[in-house]
């Protein structure tokens, strides 16, 4: 086993510190965060680390060791020594006081907590759980990961990525080529798509296993750092292996040995520029180097499975066409539209109060008569007396308040009531880019259709065959036993 195991691969069953953890606030807002079990950065906060967001303040302290998908209560914390002097400062003076004098020197300050100023180790108080405000701390995965990675580009969403991970048929143990890296979002699923094991388990294994790995390119330099630094904290180093390339003028080589990859996925401005080095034999553009024996980044004992991801029309137009050219067949594009689907009862009344689902209006003719006949009765009242009756609101009482609001949760269930219904988004706010999928097929040669056939004789009968001695004509296994489902038809 890896001395550091991937959080991604390996949560747990519940949040450890200096392990990558997922608050979710609510529904596409999430922070990711490293529990720290000490405040190393020295904030100032009395409680240790403190994760502030809109819904108040989480020391780690009350995170760790929870079980994952717990809910999570915010706390107050202690602000008072923040804003202290730097290291290696004089300790604040007291302001003397009047009766002692102009000419005395004043004293350093020797009680610490007067002053909120730290000199020295500080001992961390126990956090006290404030009036409001919750969340839930999740466990890391490729979608919660995609949902609040730090954006360097544009993102690969989980619809997408499920879906070109299918189709590239990532398996583990599989060999993927990826180029144009930018977030990481697709490297994490695709490094837990592949997953088979760490390096380090293939040799004490009982049965010798192939190691899934991730072959990722970048050839910005700072997104490049950025996510090689994320491979590392989240313990995927052994599994991804990030290098800084243009892959449209280098190739995929690393460090001149092929990836031997089963699918690639190119998220590129031109893809068509790296197709011709995705090839099995030399190009004709490159048959002028002659120095260097020509070695292929696929597969040659296998087909190959790729992805392109483009955001126009015209660069599908263009990949499709040097695809053709290159021998890629299969080729087929598609789009993904994500759409969600609201799901809800929805009640009517007009007895329950102004609550979220429900419609004020009548839910029965019974309901509607009631109704019409105190307003009715008030608007006789009036007319007669000439004021405003005080008997209905004092009788009826509050609807919304906490009393009437339990004693429906509780005894009537309202939340099993209603109609349940579900409802699309009006319209698709969200366009991804367009997939263009293709196979490359393994290259077949004239040894291998020999080895084929010799392995697996094939009979074919032709219409010039002549018959034999006996008068028939030589069968093949095919004809034989449709012969025989006929004969037994006809029986």
């Not at 999430?30 to 950065?41: F, V």
């Not at 120095?291 to 137009?317: D, G, M, R």
């Amino acid at each position: 086993m890896a001395e550091k195991t991937s959080p991604f691969l390996f949560p747990g069953p519940v949040a450890t510190a200096e392990s990558l953890s997922i608050l979710h606030l609510k529904r596409d807002l999430q922070i990711p965060t490293i529990l720290k079990a000490r405040d190393e950065d020295d904030d100032g906060y009395s409680e240790g680390k403190v994760v502030n967001t809109r819904f108040g303040s989480f020391p780690h302290s009350t995170l760790i060791g929870l079980p994952w998908g717990s809910q999570v209560r915010a706390s107050k914390v202690d602000t008072g020594s923040r804003g202290r002097r730097g290291k290696g400062q004089e300790k604040k003076r007291k302001r003397e006081e009047p009766d002692n004098g102009p000419n005395k020197v004043p004293k350093l300050e020797e009680d610490a907590e007067d002053t909120g100023m730290l000199t020295g180790a500080r001992e961390e108080k126990e956090a006290v759980v404030a009036s409001s405000g919750f969340i839930h701390i999740l466990p890391p995965t490729p979608e919660n990961w995609t949902s609040s990675l730090p954006h360097r580009t544009q993102v690969v969403y989980t619809p997408d990525y499920s879906y070109i991970l299918h189709r590239l048929r990532a398996r583990p143990g599989t060999s993927i080529i990826e180029a144009g890296a930018g977030s990481g979002s697709f490297t994490h699923a695709s490094a837990r798509a592949v997953y088979s094991g760490y390096p380090a388990e293939a040799g004490i294994a009982p049965k010798r296993r192939k190691i899934g790995k991730v072959w990722s390119f970048e050839f910005h330099e700072q997104r490049h750092e950025k996510l090689e630094k994320e491979i590392q904290d989240h313990g995927l180093e052994d599994i991804v292996q990030i290098t800084h390339r243009d892959v449209c003028e280098e190739g995929f080589l690393v460090n001149g040995e092929s990836p031997n990859a089963e699918a690639v996925f190119l998220d590129l401005p031109a893809p068509w520029l790296a197709l011709p080095h995705l090839s099995r034999s030399q190009q004709s553009k490159d048959e002028t180097n002659d120095s260097k024996p020509f070695i292929s980044p696929l597969s040659p004992s296998s087909p190959v499975q790729i992805c392109t991801f483009s955001p126009c029309i015209e660069q599908v137009q263009r990949t499709v066409s040097v695809m053709r050219n290159l021998g890629w067949v299969d080729i087929e594009m598609v789009e993904l539209s994500q759409k969600r689907f609201e799901i809800r009862r929805e009640r009517i009344g007009i007895d329950n109060g102004a609550q979220r689902g429900l419609q004020s209006v009548p839910a029965s003719v019974e309901e509607s008569v009631a109704r019409l006949k105190e307003v009715e009765g008030t608007f006789k009242a009036f007319h007669e007396s000439g004021d405003k009756p005080e008997v209905s609101r004092k009788d009826k009482g509050n609807p919304n308040n906490r009393d009437k609001i339990l004693e429906s949760l509780v005894e009537k269930k309202v939340y099993k009531e209603g109609k349940l219904v579900h409802r699309t988004e009006p319209e698709v706010k969200t366009h991804t880019s367009y997939l263009v999928f293709a196979v490359l097929p393994q290259e077949w040669t004239a040894e291998d259709e020999a080895k084929a056939r010799q392995k697996w004789e094939v009979l074919i009968r032709r219409e010039d065959e002549k018959p034999d001695a006996s008068g028939e004509v030589a069968m093949s296994k095919r004809q034989m036993k449709k012969a025989a489902r006929q004969a037994q038809k006809d029986k």
